[in-house]
């Protein structure tokens, strides 16, 4: 009886021992490996934490909450006196009771392991709202761009047994390589153009008549829409898919003295330099390429319009200037036609003159098709803000505000935009669509408005180019004749 009475002392002993140390909040607290007794052994061919003064054993139930690193998730549980990197156990600073019962959500918990913190909040399911601090987004850039130096020519005299008077046997250098521009669909930003960019020098002329190798071209990638400009005068639109741009050529190798023999001069002992490549100084500008634009005041309501018509998701907030960089939504037909619509920053009055970064946000309206103002109903007077809106497109570049367009009433919603909306459709020489972006009012008929405005801007470029075929026929036939 008293073996046995020994026994049960000893497996209640070892009981509440394994649960002070699961209370304890971190290995600082931990007793030393000597101060406990375990029957457990760490594995041989398990790598054992060393963190402090001990590593404590740790037995976890199938319930205990483990670390979602990648490196360290795994099992739910784990066996006592092994601490693998692999698995990233939870313990709670407050005891393993109180973690699992009256747990608060954002309370941070403590990791025995590596004693780090960390929050519980839940994570947001979806896509998230483009922040524009975290953006890099970025439409202007001054760009050196320099071609590579020719490679030079050789001076050198064969020398070889049993060939009397061998000659000059120098050859030419290699031509140095050219940088070309390339638009492609995959880049939405200019954040990646580097400040300068040269291409590669050619080899020199080497002896046996060997010319130099010549220096590869390089090829940088900018996103469709992007107008180079030299001197504030425009020198190329790369507005398709595939658009090249030579922008410096290289420079020219030199001559071998195997290029200078003469009848009178057979052994030349002279050679010319490359020469060096060409370099020139641009402004990238990059113009957002879209069908429709929606222009309007800031909190005027045009991100959340851009989120009710497509699937792009725009930060929106309740304050002035939340949309800093444009963005563009696809709007999706059912006869698989697709509409881009561009998101215009919020303009100012002065915008014109630059004022609150206008000339930025006003550069992005000119490639649009058409124009859709976005006027917000709830302010006194609306037809006031279609006014200024329009003086300061037409301030900007002349005609302008003279392309088509569709004035948009938001937020209809509301008690006062009721009695506004009456007083606008008496001014306005266009039509007046009221929407409302929050709760998706009229949003199809929206829809319906701006893909007539694309049928008809299209079919007449289609008129346009068939016009044109037929005068170079017409011209083909004459010179025929």
Not at 96 to 112: E, G
Request: charged share 25%; net charge positive.
């Amino acid at each position: 009886m008293s073996t046995l009475s020994l026994a049960t002392v000893r497996s209640g002993v070892t009981a509440l021992i394994t649960s002070a140390r699961l209370a304890q909040p971190a290995a600082r607290h931990a007793a030393t490996p000597s101060s406990v007794t375990t029957r457990y052994r760490p594995r041989r061919n398990q790598r054992t934490e060393r963190r402090g003064t001990s590593a404590s054993p740790v037995r976890i139930s199938k319930g205990f909450p483990v670390c979602s690193t990648p490196l360290h998730a795994g099992s739910r549980s784990m066996r006592p006196g092994t601490a693998s990197r692999r698995f990233h156990v939870m313990a709670n600073v407050r005891g393993i009771f109180k973690m699992m019962n009256q747990f608060a959500p954002r309370l941070p918990r403590v990791c025995v392991l590596c004693h780090a913190k960390f929050s519980s909040k839940p994570r947001k399911i979806g896509k998230p709202d483009l922040s524009e601090k975290k953006m890099s987004f970025v439409d202007w850039k001054k760009v050196t761009f320099s071609g590579g130096n020719g490679g030079d020519g050789c001076v050198s005299m064969r020398r070889e047994a049993f060939v009397e008077f061998g000659g000059p046997d120098g050859g030419d250098g290699g031509t140095g390589g050219d940088v070309i521009l390339e638009a492609v669909t995959s880049l939405k930003s200019l954040n990646h153009v580097s400040h300068l960019y040269r291409g590669q020098d050619g080899d020199n002329g080497r002896k046996q008549n060997c010319s130099g190798k010549s220096g590869k071209h390089l090829v940088v990638q900018v996103p469709l829409g992007t107008i180079l400009k030299e001197d504030q005068v425009t020198v190329c639109d790369l507005e398709k898919e595939g658009d090249q741009m030579l922008v410096v050529y290289g420079g020219t190798g030199g001559r071998g003295n195997k290029s200078f023999v003469t009848s009178q001069i057979q052994a030349p002992m002279v050679a010319t330099r490359g020469k060096e490549g060409q370099e020139r100084q641009l402004a990238l500008e990059l113009r957002t390429i879209s069908h429709a634009g929606l222009v309007g005041f800031p909190n005027a309501g045009k991100s959340s319009l851009l989120r009710a018509l497509s699937r792009a998701r725009p930060k929106v907030a309740a304050y002035p200037f939340t949309t800093l960089n444009p963005h563009v939504g696809i709007i999706e037909y059912p006869d698989l036609e697709q509409v881009a619509v561009a998101d215009i920053p919020g303009l100012v009055t002065g915008a014109h003159r630059n004022v609150g970064l206008g000339h930025s946000f006003l550069r992005h309206i000119e490639r649009c098709i058409c124009l859709l103002y976005v006027i917000d109903l709830s302010q006194g007077k609306p037809w006031e803000q279609l006014t200024h809106l329009r003086f300061e497109l037409e301030q900007y570049q002349k005609g302008l505000s003279k392309r088509p367009s569709a004035i948009i009433g938001n937020k209809i919603d509301l008690e006062e935009s009721e009695e506004s909306l009456a007083r606008l459709q008496e001014r306005a020489d266009v039509p007046v669509l009221a929407v409302s972006a929050k709760y998706g009012h009229n949003i199809s008929g929206l829809k319906n408005h701006i893909r007539g405005l694309y049928d008809q801007d299209m079919e007449g470029k289609r008129k346009a180019e068939k016009d044109g075929e037929d005068g170079r026929k017409k011209g083909y036939s004459r010179r025929v004749i």
